[in-house]
Nanobody, 132 residues
C-alpha cells in the first residue's frame, strides 16, 4: 500500500512563496505519475500540476502556469511544488496524488492528468492560505 505525506503548507501574504513536498512510501515503483490537486471551501477539487516520473513530463493548470513549478526526486521518492507569486485565489487544501499501485504502469497521463479517477493513492492534504 502506498502512503503519501504532504508537508510545507502555511500562511503567506500575496506575492509570497511556499514549497510543498509529498513523500511517497510503501513500495518501489518506476514510471508513474504524481500530481497536486487543491480544494477551496465551496469549490470542487481541481488539478494544479502533475509530473510523469518516467521522463519528467510536467502538466499545469492555466491558472498556475508561470508561477508554480512541479518536480520529482526519484532517489527520495518525493514530489515538490514550488509556488511563487501566490494570490489569495490560491488559498485551498492541497492534496498529493499518485497513480500507484497499478497492475501495470499506465504511462504518461496526457490530458487525463486532471482527472481524480486517474490516481489511486491520496495524501491527507496540507493547507495553504494566502492573505491580501
Amino acid at each position: 500500500q502506498v502512503q503519501l505525506v504532504e508537508s510545507g503548507g502555511g500562511s503567506v501574504q500575496a506575492g509570497g512563496s511556499l514549497k510543498l513536498s509529498c513523500a511517497a512510501s510503501g513500495g518501489t515503483y518506476n514510471n508513474y505519475s504524481m500530481a497536486w490537486f487543491r480544494e477551496a471551501p465551496g469549490d470542487e477539487r481541481e488539478g494544479v500540476a502533475a509530473v510523469y516520473t518516467g521522463d519528467g513530463t510536467t502538466y499545469y493548470a492555466d491558472s498556475v502556469k508561470g508561477r508554480f513549478t512541479i518536480s520529482h526526486d526519484n532517489a527520495k521518492n518525493t514530489m515538490y511544488l514550488q509556488m511563487n507569486s501566490l494570490k489569495p485565489d490560491d488559498t485551498a487544501m492541497y492534496y498529493c496524488a499518485a497513480d500507484i499501485p497499478r497492475s501495470k504502469p499506465a504511462g504518461p497521463p496526457g490530458l487525463w492528468w486532471v482527472l481524480e479517477s486517474w490516481y489511486n493513492s491520496w495524501g491527507q492534504g496540507t493547507q495553504v492560505t494566502v492573505s491580501s
